[in-house]
């Protein structure tokens, strides 16, 4: 019993509780942030689920695996098209609205918009065009791989400016609005027209025909994002005359490529893509199925560390390394409290959730495991080391720290898939995850005296 003047434990519960997630305290505002990207995150990746396990059932192993390669390749497309300038554009965004130089910020989301629209339709109209000459060399893994990867040249320029306008979305920290087109408008509009063409044209539903089905999802998130991103643009910035500091912005793109470059090597994108060169299709169909099965834990962890990067920036630009310590902390326990769950289910219920793709998928389930063990490193220390680096002004290191960690990932899956097949891809993720994780960590406590992971 407590007294009329005093208060209970639920009372005083409650207001600790209001006052952490008050939008004047870091936690809080990392918590609310990641609160509303890990509802959207979460809903895209039931759907983008629903959709793979219809597709796999819908295309069969070895077709399903020549569309899942394909994408692989577009991964890397539009890694080298988009020239890094989202990531570059959280940073700079961020900085330039914490300072109020509308005049930078403008002439930024003018010239990066411009580079990656060039860049990505020259990469298309290249592959497209090397397709065409040397039909022959792709037809060995599939015959509808040369197919795919022909429509997957129309879907680079779409997914890179997607990706860029996202990014911008997140530096002016409208973090759900960033989300919401690429993580879930995006595979649902893509099911939509998955079942639109099974009910309507089963015949013609292959590997090409449903790449084309990414296209239309692709196409409507970018249009929703890009007004997203017109309506949220400060009135400041349509007034003011565009600066062009492309010395600075190349200076920082350059080493944010190569990281970006190294960490392609160890995604799971990567893998199947090795998978697909080493081994065959059906493999790649395994091997693809446990790395989908991983997504909710790459998307709970990257919630969190999607809020923090502007944030990051921000505090860093304010030169508060007092608050940005306290930024870590509260990202490490997030994404600690989102990532450990989540592994034990994947872990646990790995048979079960792989047989939804088909019987024969439960082959996958070592894969499934030494891969959820990767992304929990990644998750919980490994991304967020990352984003302190290149979001704070050293990405040259950041981009030889990675660099080195992937291609020690290359090369020890080059050794390790033909002994041990796709497992072996798998642990050489998981080692270099390791690696790169500690030399991260040890390289942002003895450089900027922040401790990482901090409890």
């Known amino acids: 019993m407590t007294s009329s003047g005093g208060s209970s434990p639920v009372t005083d519960a409650i207001s600790m509780i209001r006052s952490r997630l008050s939008r004047e305290r870091t936690g809080g505002r990392v918590a609310r942030g990641a609160l509303s ?95 065409r000459a040397f039909p022959d060399a792709f037809q060995d893994k599939h015959p509808a791989f040369a197919g795919s990867l022909l429509v997957c040249c129309a879907l680079l320029p779409v997914v890179a400016l997607l990706m860029l306008e996202g990014s911008i979305l997140q530096g002016f920290q409208q973090y759900a609005k960033a ?166 289910v994947l872990i646990v219920g790995g048979p079960w959730l792989l047989r939804i793709y088909g019987e024969s998928y439960v082959a996958g389930h070592s894969v499934l495991v030494v891969l959820t063990l990767a992304q929990l490193v990644v998750g919980v220390v490994g991304a967020l080391a990352g984003f302190l680096l290149t979001m704070t002004a050293h990405e040259r290191e950041a981009a030889w720290i990675i660099g080195l960690s992937a291609v020690f990932n290359i090369v020890l899956a080059l050794i390790l898939t033909p002994r041990m097949g796709a497992v072996g891809t798998a642990l050489a993720t998981l080692v270099a995850s390791v690696v790169r994780a500690a030399s991260l960590s040890v390289y942002v406590r003895r450089t900027m005296g922040l401790r990482l992971p901090a409890f």
């Open 179 to 344: 989300q919401l087109p690429l993580n879930l408008l995006r595979p649902f509009a893509f099911g939509l027209t998955i079942a639109a063409v099974a009910v309507f044209a089963p015949r013609s539903l292959s590997a090409p025909v449903a790449v084309a089905s990414n296209l239309v999802g692709a196409s409507l998130a970018l249009g929703l994002t890009w007004a997203w991103r017109r309506r949220e643009t400060p009135p400041e910035v349509r007034a003011a005359a565009p600066v062009y500091d492309v010395r600075v912005w190349a200076r920082t793109a350059y080493p944010l490529f190569a990281v970006s470059l190294a960490q392609l090597v160890i995604s799971h994108q990567s893998d199947v893509i090795v998978v697909g060169q080493l081994l065959d299709t059906r493999q790649v169909a395994y091997y693809s199925a446990a790395s989908q099965l991983t997504v909710p834990l790459v998307l709970a962890a990257s919630s969190v560390t999607f809020v923090a990067q502007p944030m990051i920036a921000d505090i860093y630009a304010r030169g508060d390394i007092v608050r940005l310590q306290s930024l870590i902390r509260a990202v490490t326990w997030a994404s600690f409290g989102v990532a450990v769950p989540a592994a034990l």
């Open 37 to 131: 990207s890990i509802l959207v995150n979460g809903a895209g990746a039931a759907v983008s689920f629903a959709v793979q396990v219809s597709l796999a059932r819908l295309l069969g192993e070895e077709t399903y695996g020549a569309y899942a390669l394909a994408i692989g390749w577009l991964t890397v497309g539009v890694m080298a098209s988009k020239l890094e300038l989202d990531t570059t554009a959280v940073r700079f965004v961020g900085g330039y609205v914490a300072t109020g130089r509308w005049n930078l910020l403008r002439g930024f989301l003018r010239g990066s918009r411009n580079t990656v629209l060039l860049s990505s339709v020259a990469f298309g109209l290249t592959g497209a065009a090397l397709l």
